[in-house]
């Protein structure tokens, strides 16, 4: 459908003057005008000075002298090149046809002819304009007759331009006017004549409109010829007759309502306009009236039928039990909400198999009433006087071209969108109607059975189409839009659609506006970008847009697998829509998916768009109750190659009990946070969205695109956004987001968010052959909570023709050969989309716009030469001046000081004359200089193969150059490369392994190269010898996109720079030559490589805190090949080989050979920056020896923090200080901690921190377990959320020693737990104060936290221990310290649940 409204916006003609439409109709007389040439010196020498490339050409418009009137539609030839006018008299050819009929026989009915020149400015910009026009009379003196001569007649022009014309002084007969100037010499030739062929082919073109015969008309088949011109003799295309059968219109809410509403408003519109109150029973309707044409975006083919519609319970009276029942079925609505049945089989004989034919369906209501209520005439002549007619109604149909039966469902079309009648149509009413029905009333259905054939229709359809746009299979369950119709009680169920309504809504027909112009209303949402701040944005290709997910409701419906709450379900979030508006289709997570390369190239909707929806952050209910809960959070992650996003701070809101999800967890919505952190008025929910189009993507980029989503992982790391502390990580794998056919679909995920604490010297082991799966050996894992996130892939229609994917060589096409650069197109040669395609024209330039090292030694100012005296090499220059000087002074004293002036003028004269000798000897000199490097240059072109080829990181590119010896002597061929990481194959092991790897069959030869040493190798070709060169491309530097990748916690939320996807997310593209040289130092042949990065893929991500200014050393541990699943096969007692490589040249990353069986690590040394820097680099892992393609790629985040070790006892505190030092400026700061329950900081809140300055920061630690392990702590700017300073507290704690144990059993469950009691005697002569912690708070609480007891006396301790829901043993230490929090005795409580 959108192509064929394409076509009617293009053909809109302007109707003729009113008044000449009343005059009685005439037969239509058909013409061909043939603009031959055009004569004279029309163009000006100045105009082709100014401009470049100037062109002219034609427009030809029909005008209405009497009315002064311009009608149909403006049509222009062929631009044609504007020579210089070296010959007189000039001549432009055009010989272009033009053909129209029209049936306004009058002679003030003629055709304007306006001569616009064009051609662009120095800045680029295309400027038109007028030289003239003349006025071709199309009719003679005589009413009755065209004009006949059929002889070359000549066209006066006039200065000026056609709007001249409307001037309302220019009375007829125009020619004769006084206003009106003559160009002399100049004319157009032409040759008007009657075309009677064109005759039966009037119905395919609209009356007034202006046509070329190389112009396709849809009906008419393509000219046979050179020329052509298919209207010269037109042939009419084929017809097909289609039948429509069980046509019904559903309006909604119900057919009584709309009818009520739409009288209403004709009743309130005559008495605004009139001010004579109507009584309603005076308006009523008297037929509703359903006119079906065929349309083939020009102008209906036929008159439209016109039939009448009934309502579905006349027909059920009146036909038999088993159409109503047909009749019941397909409208699924009651007699409240009934349907218009057209009871007549249609029959469209004029249809033809072309895209531009669609059948048009327009339902209009005729009422009766007093004159005056209906603006238009009544179009039939049936009706009474007194009669009025509306549409309210049309929809298009636009069937497939191999379509042969079916049904179809279309939506019907109102308001102020163009149609074919280009008249008002009702709009649908405002949400401000009085009735609730009305308030989310849409715009209706309109449904009916085709065939091709005659019998009758088939009772089982084919197929149903739910969109006038294209047939494909309706969704798996029912739309659940908002604009849904509310159902009244007791009323039945209305089929749901998902038209969208109008922007604005008039009350009736007489307030209808114009049709609105080109493009659309924004979208909703906030743009944002990446991590930055609120601004509006434009979204264009391959670029992102985020916003807060606010709007619709959201739906249980949505997802059948749902693992949200009610809470959730009803909390506002939106409904991801395909391009139909219709929901997109729920996928499972747990279901496979079978991925099909071919049905994602083949797909129509090649425009994926993208959706992340940020739903909600659920925390463990089994977590400790003291544990640290973010307040805000934001999340990190990188989609394909778009820049890392860093999203704005959302806000966790709490539910109430309600609110846990099927875990067991706290579910808290994710809400956007305004300026002053507070998140009442904003909405839940956080939405982004990635549009990969093919005006984003590379040549051939779509390929890897859809193996990225096939086969990536994409890892999401979650922060606090007030601590700027890691909570953890989650991976979601993006292979359901592949369509493979479907218009959308969207997978609702719950991610387990897991937090990884590593111990010190530790080995940390990762899977090499499972995807994304990793078996940590001694680390400690925590799962933090699930992020509920939705992921959609939403399929749209490209605008732009989508590129072949062909157009990128397939790994199989290896060999390159330079037989292509046998041949020279020259230097400076227009290209081959010029304006002459079939000469070899060289367009002259000026030297300095086109050197710009000439330029800058042209544009040199005069006063950088020596400006002291002369020495004596220059002093027959000075007596030459001198000469000079004394000859003028003469003459200007022989002229008496008259010519004072012709004197200055001829002074400015001879200097310009110097200036301009001294810039011709500069550009000789420049000229001698360059002459030989560039025709050097050019004549290299004819032996340089040029050649793309796409790799990844890591990944071996593998071709072969057929080198020829173009000489009949034989040569020793010295190859020359000039990139590192292009290389030659030398070893014949390694290039039998590549050619089997790609198919390749061509002939390998032992010892090709003469190597020496580290000089460019060398190869003997003999006379006319090819021979194939094998290369490798292989690149580990990730380039810019990968250095961007800086720690997310480290960032400004507000001060980052928020850069276009455009300019910042393509990969880098790198070039490489390889020279071949002769014996005599000649190159015979060039290779000029364009290298294109494409985006890897990221099989594990591993994230290292560690102290600034030192070296990691980390030993990432393999499993033996043999155990795991899918290991490669080899001979007995023997592994493949483990090589791994790094995209950081200063990182040590090596793996040793180790006997059978035994397990590998991969070793990686790291230097550490200044705190709190962080460095990002990438492994490769090979299991093969020459490093083709890694079995696994691995992305390594470290992060440099200062260290403090502290040594403690656990469960007794321990103080130290930290010093802070200023920044530039003054800031409100406050400390943040991994673990509060264990390390506590004063000040404990927000305090400022001067600029400059130094201040202590008192930390104290009291660790609850015993062991070595690290603690976080962040200095964070609450006013800007930047990260001030960063320290890794590293804790070495043993245990205290236990002085009593005790066991007590209590009973699993929910029940009320039990209350101890234990006693403690102060060892001390005098009274002491002590403090109780334990190391379990969850699970017991003290009586008293502090207590005092006299010496040697017994103090009775409370103890309250809660209740656990699962059965096992715990042991609670209970410690006892005193007054400055020395542990003085620890209690151990062995606590068996049962």
């Known amino acids: 459908m959108n192509d064929w409204l394409r076509i009617l916006d293009q053909n809109v003609l302007v109707p003729p003057h009113p008044q000449r439409a009343r005059q009685p109709l005439k037969e239509s007389t058909a013409f061909q005008c043939v603009l031959k040439c055009l004569d004279g010196p029309l163009i000006k020498q100045g105009m082709l000075e100014v401009l470049s490339e100037v062109g002219c050409h034609l427009r030809v418009s029909l005008f209405d002298v009497t009315y002064r009137h311009f009608f149909g539609r403006t049509w222009k030839t062929a631009v044609r090149p504007v020579e210089q006018l070296s010959r007189q008299p000039s001549r432009i050819i055009f010989d272009e046809p033009v053909y129209f009929h029209t049936s306004l026989n009058h002679p003030n009915v003629v055709a304007v002819v306006e001569v616009v020149t064009e051609g662009r400015k120095r800045d680029g910009s295309l400027q038109a304009l007028s030289c003239g026009f003349g006025i071709l009379r199309i009719f003679g003196n005589k009413l009755e007759s065209p004009t006949s001569a059929s002889q070359d007649k000549r066209l006066r022009l006039y200065h000026g331009t056609p709007r001249a014309l409307l001037h309302p002084r220019l009375q007829d007969p125009v020619e004769q006017n006084r206003h009106m100037t003559l160009l002399e010499s100049c004319g157009l030739q032409y040759a008007l004549r009657p075309h009677p062929p064109l005759e039966p082919v009037f119905h395919l073109l609209p009356e007034n409109l202006l046509v070329s015969g190389l112009q396709h008309i849809p009906g008419l088949l393509p000219a046979h010829g050179d020329k052509g011109d298919a209207l010269r003799k037109p042939h009419l295309q084929k017809s097909v007759t289609w039948y429509l059968d069980d046509l019904f219109f559903t309006l909604y809410p119900s057919l009584e309502k709309f009818e009520e509403e739409l009288l209403e408003l004709l009743i309130s519109d005559h008495f605004r306009e009139g001010g004579v109150p109507l009584d309603g029973s005076a308006l009523e309707i008297l037929e509703r009236r359903l006119c079906v044409g065929v349309h083939n975006g020009l102008g209906f083919v036929q008159r439209p039928q016109v039939m009448v519609l009934v309502p579905e319970m006349d027909v059920a009276l009146t036909r038999s039990a088993s159409f109503s029942r047909k009749v019941g079925s397909s409208s699924k609505a009651s007699s409240g909400s009934q349907a218009l049945v057209l009871r007549s089989r249609l029959r469209l004989p004029e249809m033809a198999r072309h895209p531009a034919f669609a059948v048009v369906f327009q339902l209009e209501y005729v009422f009766n009433g007093p004159s005056g209520l209906d603006g238009k005439a009544a179009s039939v002549t049936s009706l ?287 809400v956007l946070t305004d300026k002053d952190d507070s998140s009442e008025a904003g909405p839940p929910g956080f939405q982004l969205k990635y549009l990969v189009e093919p005006g984003f993507l590379k040549p051939g980029e779509q390929r890897w695109f859809t193996h990225y989503l096939a086969a990536q992982t994409l890892q999401i790391d979650v922060w606090d956004g007030d601590s700027l502390l890691l909570v953890g990580s989650a991976a979601v794998q993006m292979k359901q987001l592949l369509r493979q056919g479907r218009p959308a679909v969207q997978v609702l995920h719950e991610l387990e968010v897991v937090a990884t604490e590593y111990e010190q010297d530790v080995v ?216 590192p990481e292009l290389s030659i194959i030398q070893d014949s092991r390694e290039w039998r392994y590549f050619k089997d790897a790609a198919k390749l069959h061509t002939p390998v030869e032992e010892d090709m190269f003469r190597l020496r040493g580290s000089l460019a190798p060398q190869i003997f070709l003999r006379p006319r010898e090819t021979t194939h060169i094998p290369f490798r491309y292989q690149t580990f530097s990730v380039g810019q996109p990968a250095l961007v990748q800086a720690s997310a916690e480290l960032r400004s939320e507000k001060g980052m720079d928020a850069r276009s996807p455009q300019k910042s997310s393509a990969m880098p593209t790198k070039h490489a030559k390889v020279l071949f040289r002769g014996s005599g130092g000649k190159p015979i042949a060039v290779l000029c490589l364009t290298v294109e990065t494409q985006p890897h893929v990221v099989d594990q991500v591993f994230r290292f805190y560690h102290p600034e200014l030192t070296f990691l050393k980390k030993a990432i541990r393999l499993p033996p090949w043999h155990t795991l699943p899918g290991a490669p096969v080899g001979r007995p007692g023997e592994e493949p080989p483990v090589h791994v490589r790094c995209s950081d040249p200063n990182v040590i990353c090596e793996t040793q050979n180790v006997g059978l069986g035994e397990p590998r690590d991969v070793f990686l040394k790291v230097a550490s920056g200044p705190s709190p820097e962080s460095k990002d680099f990438f492994v490769t892992v090979y299991a093969d020896n020459w490093l083709a393609t890694p079995v696994q790629i691995w992305q390594v985040h470290l992060h440099s923090l200062q260290r403090v070790d502290v040594s403690c006892v656990t469960g007794q505190q321990t103080r130290l200080s930290l010093v802070l030092r200023g920044t530039q400026t003054v800031r409100r700061v406050q400390a943040f901690t991994s673990h509060p329950q264990e390390l506590k900081t004063d000040p404990k809140g927000v305090f400022v921190l001067p600029p400059h300055g130094v201040q202590d920061l008192h930390v104290a630690v009291r660790p609850q377990r015993a062991g070595s392990r690290f603690i976080h702590l962040n200095l964070v700017d609450v006013d800007y959320h930047q990260l001030v300073a960063s320290w890794l507290v590293c804790l070495s704690c043993r245990p205290p020693l236990i002085s009593k144990a005790f066991e007590i059993t209590l009973a699993a469950g929910a029940g009320k737990g039990a209350n101890k009691r234990i006693t403690y005697t102060n060892p001390y002569p005098s009274q002491r104060t002590y403090h109780l912690h334990s190391d379990h708070p969850d699970l017991l609480q003290f009586r008293e936290d502090c207590f005092q007891v006299r010496g040697g006396e017994t103090y009775t301790i409370g103890l309250r221990f809660a209740p656990r829901q699962s059965a096992g043993e715990e042991e609670i230490l209970i410690y006892i310290n005193d007054h400055e929090d020395k542990n003085e005795e620890a209690f151990c409580v062995k606590v068996t649940y049962q």
């Not at 149509?425 to 401000?432: F, G, H, L």
């Not at 159902?487 to 749901?496: D, E, I, K, Q, R």
Request: glycine share 10%; proline share 9%; net charge neutral.
């Open 764 to 979: 940390v082991s990762a899977d090499v052959t499972r995807f994304g799966c990793v078996k940590p050996i001694g680390v400690y894992t925590v799962v933090k909570g699930w992020l509920h996130l939705t992921l959609a892939n939403v399929g749209h229609v490209c605008e732009q023709r989508v590129r072949n994917s062909g157009s990128l060589p397939p790994s199989r096409s290896r060999v390159i050969s330079n037989d292509g650069a046998s041949h020279f197109e020259g230097g400076s040669l227009l290209t081959r989309g010029g304006l002459r395609p079939l000469k070899n024209v060289v367009q002259a330039q000026k030297l300095a716009d086109v050197d710009r090292e000439l330029a800058a030694m042209l544009f040199t100012h005069t006063q950088h030469r020596s400006k002291g005296p002369q020495g004596i090499g220059h002093e027959g220059d000075a007596v030459r001046r001198r000469k000079l000087e004394r000859m003028r002074s003469v003459r200007l004293q022989e002229s008496g000081g008259e010519l004072s002036c012709w004197g200055a003028s001829m002074l400015a004269q001879q200097s310009i004359r110097a200036q301009h000798a001294r810039d011709l000897q500069v550009i000789a000199a420049y000229r001698e200089r360059t002459k030989v490097e560039s025709i050097t240059s050019a004549l290299s072109l004819a032996i340089t193969t040029k050649h793309t080829i796409h790799v990844t990181l890591g990944t071996a590119e593998f071709f072969e150059f057929a080198l020829r010896n173009p000489h009949n002597m034989q040569h020793t061929v010295t190859i020359e490369v000039d990139n």
């Open 384 to 670: 009474s006087s007194g009669a009025c007619m509306h549409m309210v109604r049309w929809a298009v149909w636009n069937p497939l071209l191999e379509a042969g039966s079916g049904k179809v469902i279309l939506p019907l079309q109102g308001g102020i969108r163009p149609n074919p009648s280009h008249c008002l149509v009702y709009k649908v009413p405002p949400a401000s109607m009085s009735s609730e029905e009305v308030k989310q009333v849409e715009s209706g259905t309109i449904q009916f059975q085709y065939s091709l054939s005659p019998e009758g229709h088939l009772d089982t359809a084919t197929g149903l189409v739910h969109s006038p746009e294209a047939e494909r299979q309706p969704s798996r369950r029912p739309p659940t839009s908002p604009a849904t119709v509310a159902l009244p009680a007791g009323g039945s169920p209305t089929v749901p659609h998902s038209v969208p309504l109008g922007d604005t809504v008039f009350p009736a027909t007489r307030q209808l506006c114009a049709p609105p112009g080109p493009g659309g209303a924004p979208l909703g949402g906030q743009d944002l970008s990446p991590g930055g701040p609120a601004e509006p944005g434009v979204l264009g290709p391959g670029s992102l847009r985020c916003g807060s997910a606010a709007g619709a409701a959201f739906h249980a419906g949505a997802c059948p697998d749902c693992r949200g709450s009610p809470g959730q379900e009803a909390s506002g979030f939106p409904e991801i829509l395909d391009a139909n508006k219709q929901p997109a289709e729920a996928v499972n997570p747990t279901d496979p998916v079978k991925f099909n390369p071919q049905k994602e190239e083949s797909d129509c909707l090649q425009s994926n768009e993208i959706v992340l929806q940020f739903l909600a952050f659920s925390r463990v209910s089994q977590d400790c109750q003291g544990a640290p809960w973010p307040k805000t959070v934001y999340f990190t992650f990188q989609f394909y190659r778009f820049p890392p996003v860093t999203t704005p701070r959302l806000q966790l809101v709490g539910l109430d009990e309600t609110g846990r999800t099927r875990s067991g967890s706290l579910l808290y919505l994710l």
